[in-house]
C-alpha cells in the first residue's frame, strides 16, 4: 500500500483528466499522430512564446505529461486500461485484473481508459466494503496463501509517494535536493541521477511510513517532474533549440558559440542558411547511463529592431536584389 505525504517547497505538476484530450488525438491515434500533435501543442505554449502566462506554463506541463504517456508503449497500454493509477510506482496490473475478475458481479464497476481510485481497494482493514474481507484475504485465497496478516507479527511500513520539480538543467546534469517531509520536519537528502526526465522515480529507502510492531519503515518514492527550459525543448535523449541568427551570418556564413548540456561549444553556418533550416550536433543531447542524444539547432533568421536610416537603405538594397525573384518556383 502507499500513502501520499506532502513535502514541503515543491511544485505540484496538474495531471490531466484525460491524456488524449489534452493532446487533442483520438484514443486510437498512431505514435506518429501523437508525436505530430504534442510539437505543434508545445511550439504554441512554450514558456518562451508566453512570458509570464501561467495558464499557458500549467497547459504546457499537462501537454508533456500526455507525450510521456502516450508516446511510450508501456505506459500507454497501462493508461488506457487503468487511468492515471496504472501509472503509480509499485501498480501491479496482474493483481489488479485478479481482483476485478473476483470482485465481477459483486458491485465493483471498472471503465477501460478512466482513472480508478485504487485506495478504495489497496488501502485499509475491512477492504472495499465494511465489514467484508479485506483485499489481503481476497488474494490469500486466490494465490493458495493466508492473507491474513497476523496481527502479532512485525509488518513494514508503506512506501510513501510524492513528487519534487526540479529545473532542467538540473535534471540534465544531475542534482542533490535536501527536502524537509512537512509531517515530521524530517530532511531528507534526494540525489536526482544525470539524464533525468518527467515521470522517472528516486527510491529513498526507510524513509516512508513507520513499520508495526518493529517492522521496517518503508521508502520514499520521489516523482520526478522537469520544470520547462525557455530555449530547449527534449524528445527523449534529443534536445532542440532555436537558434536567433542575422542576415549577414545566413548570407555570408558564420562561426557562432551554440549552448549545451556540456558547455558551449562553435557552430558553423553554412552559406546562404535559410530561417528554419536544421543542422544537427551529434551527440550533444541528454547524456543518460551509456547513451547520447544529439542536439538540432534550427536556425532562425532575425532582422533588427532598431530603426536607423543606414538599416532602412541597406534593407531596401537587398531588398530590390531578391524580392522578384523570391516566389518565382511557387506553383501549383
Known sequence: MHQKRRVTNLNWAEMAKDLYEELGVKRDASPEEIKRAYRALAGKLHPDKNPGNKGAEARFKAVNHANQVLSDPKKRKLYDEFGEDGLREGFDAEAYRAYRRA?????????????????DFFGGAGGPGAGGAGFGDLFG?????NGRARPNAPAKGSDVISEV???FAAALEGAKLKLTLQDGGEEVTVRVPKGADNGDKVRVPGHGAPGRL???AGDLIIAIRVRPHPHFERDGLDLYLDLPISVGEAYNGAKVRVPTPEGQVTLSVPRHAQSGQVVRLKGKGVARASKQGDLYVRFLVRLPDAESE????AVDTLNQATADSLRDEIHF
Open 165 to 167: 520539480s526540479v529545473d
Open 310 to 313: 543606414e538599416i532602412q537603405r
Open 141 to 145: 485465497d486466490l494465490f493458495g496463501g
Open 103 to 119: 470482485s465481477a458481479g459483486g458491485g465493483a464497476r471498472f471503465r477501460r481508459g478512466q482513472p480508478q481510485n485504487l485506495e
Open 214 to 216: 518493529g517492522g521496517p
